[in-house]
């Protein structure tokens, strides 16, 4: 069966930026913060191979861009302005989510803000030069108990799985929801096409 989407609001002069992204550009602007969270964990998922596939030392398995650029994999601030971006991203786009997708959205935004509190200490110890708990190198909470690289993978796979499915309720929404979107991102299917 083929999908459309409705038809797409027009953006107006007097609609202020946030309107249209969360509106008319909602879909865009989607894709595009999809496009980055794809890229940064796939990064991370390249550095589980190169340790777990590859056997590679840790100090050398820095994915991919930080094979060319080593000091990004090691920059605390790069990590932690990362970690903004995906926060604001989250709840900048969260308006044009309605009913379920905007839950699983949040519960994407909240894991996130969790996320963003462990790399503010990362950040913290990197400005400061004062690794808490006496580490040798810079800790975060949780990191106490899972090792780095593995944690920052299970956090972006924990953020990324309830984003998808926010997104999955956002394209196909539940009956009643679809008139609440002030996008065109919801699929219908053609014979409900007006």
């Avoid at 550095?47 to 861009?65: D, F, H, M, T």
Wanted: hydrophobic content about 50%; glycine content about 4%.
């Amino acid at each position: 069966m083929s999908a459309t989407t409705c038809a797409l609001p027009k953006a107006t002069d007097q609609m202020t930026w946030m309107e249209k992204i969360n509106g008319p550009y909602h879909k865009e602007a989607l894709w595009i913060y999809t496009a980055i969270v794809l890229a940064h964990w796939t990064e991370h998922l390249c550095q589980a191979i190169q340790i777990y596939l590859l056997n590679w030392p840790i100090p050398e398995s820095r994915g991919v861009l930080g094979l060319w650029f080593p000091w990004m994999i090691k920059s605390e601030a790069l990590h932690y302005g990362y970690a903004i971006i995906m926060l604001v991203a989250f709840w900048i786009l969260r308006k044009g989510f309605v009913g379920q997708s905007l839950t699983w959205w949040m519960i994407a935004f909240w894991i996130q803000f969790w996320h963003h509190i462990e790399h503010a200490l990362l950040q913290g110890q990197a400005i400061f030069q004062r690794n808490l708990f006496d580490s040798p190198v810079p800790v975060s909470i949780v990191q106490l108990f899972v090792p780095r690289v593995e944690l920052h993978l299970f956090y972006n796979t924990v953020v990324f799985v309830p984003m998808v499915i926010a997104m999955f309720y956002h394209m196909f929404p539940l009956p009643g929801e679809a008139a609440h979107q002030g996008c065109s991102c919801a699929w219908q299917p053609r014979s409900s096409r007006a």
